[in-house]
């Protein structure tokens, strides 16, 4: 039984205002070369905090945040885990990749189900997801491995649904991983079985929105997946070439959908009663809207027809409290006592915000992959994001945000507030390094404002971010110079990187604070203790030390 009660720090006293947690996605420390937006952005306000402030650097990748490797970067999923959780848990990555090597994924119920239905009805086995190994939404090596493993268990008819990256990965080297799939597929064929490519399209055109932000792009890829609707191309590689002739530079998170056609003319896999799907992204964020298209039985949000007779899984499950999917291959990471709800239990009054693209994250994600609020303490708010390209309007909604925000604040009704300015991940992401550059000083200008409403509240501003983006907008070869092409363009870089993240307490009024000597590697994992102690409590028994040295 969980002891709910937060203990009171007995040498430190909670400010009379708020204590205001600021996470600059994507906003990493680089290089300080030319491919670094961070760097290169006028940021008179982060440089200020940075030098006068208490301050140091996080690890926001890999182990730290519950990835297989430090070679992994980390992601917003898992950085706002990390963040509101106060404790490292293993991540869908890691979790997924473990059920791969030990055969438990092939012992799921889930699997045992769609398998069963396509050798029963003759119907294909469809895989649906993002194709790289980029491991933030998803790994090639899992669906090679259970196209494999459906084929030892005698699965006669398999078709691909592929959504290429372009943004997790190099900007343009998906016809790299549709090779590496397609080479797989031929040895199969050739063994007599029926595998193919069916149909597919950049991640940012087709079925992977989140937060209901383009319910179009789902819409989308139902017409494209489901009913085979679409331009046609005898193969997913001319499809993705004929695009790149048909617009020079573009990427391949913005490739438009296509549809591969069958020896009859016809498209090669439209997914029909009877079949068997499995979606094999295991980050939640982006899955959950095609995921309620495919299992609501009252679906309203495009003409979707209706629902289909298929059994359909999820490489996990992407809502717990939804129960979306009802089958899932692998347990998510059951991650439970968050700092939110440790906050509401004790009657602190919290607030949550950010715009659409990251709204999820300062709430679903943050509370432990838990939809819904703890208490009715707790307001969350959701600005509307623009959905125009990001690069061409890089200061996205960082300015309503903050209206927002300090006008909440300034009814002393919240005593603990989140926030998320999406703009070095989402611009980052375009590979738009100006752009990025722009973003960055749109943030860095918000910063301003929060530090002159801070010191007027007598708060505090923890500043942070969940991961590394914007500080490396170009490539880099392993001699750490940036790779170039034949023209000498430097190679754009629309990743996540492994970077550590800027960390900074901003207190004004309060004196003494130091640093917690006994943290020598500090994490996103310690962020939450320290918060706490901003609000003059004592963190939970097993949460990673605060960064802080009180007591």
């Known amino acids: 039984m969980t002891d709910w009660t937060l203990k009171k720090l007995t040498s430190f006293a909670a400010p009379a205002g708020p204590v205001v947690t600021c996470v600059m996605d994507g906003v990493g420390l680089g290089l300080k070369d030319e491919s670094d937006a961070v760097f290169l952005a006028r940021t008179p306000n982060l440089d200020w905090l940075t030098n006068n402030t208490l301050y140091t650097t996080l690890r926001a990748h890999g182990v730290a945040v519950g990835m297989p490797s430090n070679a992994d970067m980390g992601n917003s999923e898992v950085g706002h885990n990390a963040l509101g959780a106060g404790r490292i848990y293993d991540q869908g990555a890691k979790l997924v990749q473990h059920a791969v090597d030990t055969g438990e994924l092939f012992e799921s119920t889930a699997w045992k189900k769609t398998t069963l239905r396509s050798r029963e009805s003759g119907q294909p086995l469809h895989f649906l997801g993002l194709l790289s190994d980029g491991n933030v939404h998803s790994h090639i090596g899992h669906l090679k491995a259970m196209i494999q493993k459906a084929d030892a268990e005698g699965v006669e008819k398999v078709r691909v649904h592929v959504l290429l990256d372009g943004r997790d990965v190099p900007e343009t080297s998906g016809l790299e991983y549709l090779e590496d799939l397609e080479q797989l597929l031929r ?210 909604k960082a300015a309503e945000i903050t209206d927002r925000l300090v006008a909440e604040l300034a009814t002393g009704k ?53 991961h590394g983006n914007a500080d490396e907008m170009y490539s880099h070869g392993k001699d750490g110079s940036i790779e170039r092409d034949a023209t000498g363009r430097a190679k754009p870089k629309t990743s996540h990187t492994l970077n550590a993240v800027p960390f900074a307490i901003y207190a004004p009024g309060i004196s003494g604070l130091k640093l917690n000597p006994a943290v020598e590697k500090p994490g996103l994992g310690n962020v939450a203790a320290t918060t706490f102690n901003l609000l003059g409590f004592q963190a939970p028994p097993d949460y990673l030390p605060s960064l802080l040295d009180v007591k």
């Open 187 to 396: 040895a199969l064929r050739d063994k007599g079985r029926d595998y193919s490519v069916a149909s597919g399209g950049g991640r940012m055109k087709v079925t992977m929105d989140r937060y209901e932000a383009e319910w179009h792009m789902v819409e989308t890829g139902w017409k494209t997946h489901v009913r085979g609707e679409g331009r046609m191309f005898d193969s997913a590689r001319e499809a993705v070439e004929t695009f790149r002739a048909e617009s020079p530079g573009i990427g391949d998170q913005n490739l438009p959908a296509f549809v591969v056609r069958g020896t009859d003319g016809k498209a090669i896999g439209p997914i029909r009663d009877g079949a068997a799907v499995i979606f094999f992204n295991f980050r939640g964020d982006r899955a959950i809207e095609i995921t309620q298209a495919f299992e609501q039985e009252n679906f309203d949000k495009f003409d979707r027809g209706p629902r289909l007779d298929v059994v359909y899984a999820g490489m996990m499950q992407y809502d717990g409290d939804l129960k979306l999917p009802r089958l899932f291959l692998v347990s998510p990471p059951h991650i439970s006592e968050s700092q939110g709800e440790f906050l509401a239990k004790n009657g602190v009054a919290q607030l949550a915000i950010s715009e659409t693209q990251k709204y999820g994250h300062v709430t679903y994600f943050w509370n432990g992959n838990r939809s819904g609020k703890f208490a009715e303490n707790e307001t969350y708010i959701e600005i509307p994001s623009d959905t125009l390209p990001f690069e061409e309007r890089p200061w996205m």
């Open 414 to 466: 919240f005593k603990a507030a989140r926030l998320n300015y999406a703009n070095g991940d989402m611009v980052g992401h375009t590979g738009h390094r100006d752009a990025a550059i722009l973003a960055v000083e749109a943030v860095d200008l918000e910063l301003g404002r929060l530090l002159r409403f801070i010191e007027k509240a007598k708060g505090v501003l923890v500043v942070t971010a969940d």
